[in-house]
């Protein structure tokens, strides 16, 4: 009887722990920036917790330094274009689409450049992010905006935690997404 007792939990304990581990989940699936789920746009009169959490974002993002009320008044209008702007998005004052994923990006991702690839021999500001990103993850490596053996070494080690990745040290678009990803989740 106690054997019994001992098989049930088990398997009931191993179904519960199973239970809540989705199948087939990587760490490069598409990272989701959003700051809140919108439906529809935010503009001048609009009120609530949206509303509030914008103005937060732009607060973080842009130093806007708005009051965090709630409530969508002409200096949020005002915060709202110069972040549209910033990143060349039409420039109307209505919070939508498009201006919510960028400010959720700009909110919830490391700052790591679009298009950039970088390896041994590669300099400048690019790197920095990099490297302090690194940091971020406790493999500390000088943050001298020049990627050499030791930043290598540290995108390797970094590489070598996701099968999906090559482990070649060089930091590409792969390695970039899940980065940003384990440092953002």
Do not use: C
Not at 58 to 87: H, I, R
Not at 130 to 157: C, E, H, I, R, W
């Amino acid at each position: 009887m106690k054997t019994w007792k001992v098989l049930s939990a088990t398997a009931l304990t191993a179904s519960l722990l199973f239970a809540g581990v989705p199948a087939a989940t990587h760490a490069e699936d598409s990272i989701n920036y959003s700051i809140f789920d919108l439906s529809g746009v935010l503009k001048v009169g609009s009120k609530g917790e949206s509303v509030k959490i914008m103005q937060r974002a732009l607060n973080k993002a842009m130093g806007a330094e708005l009051s965090e009320d709630g409530v969508f008044g002409p200096n949020t209008k005002t915060a709202v274009v110069a972040f549209q702007k910033s990143k060349n998005l039409s420039q109307d004052g209505v919070y939508g689409a498009k201006t919510h994923a960028s400010l959720s990006k700009a909110v919830n991702s490391f700052g790591f450049a679009e298009t950039s690839v970088l390896k041994v021999g590669s300099r400048g500001e690019a790197v920095k992010t990099l490297q302090k990103a690194l940091n971020d993850m406790s493999y500390n490596v000088a943050v001298d905006g020049v990627y050499g053996p030791n930043t290598k070494a540290a995108v390797v080690k970094f590489q070598e935690r996701f099968p999906e990745l090559a482990n070649d040290g060089v930091f590409g678009p792969k390695t970039k997404t899940v980065m940003d990803k384990v440092l953002n989740d």
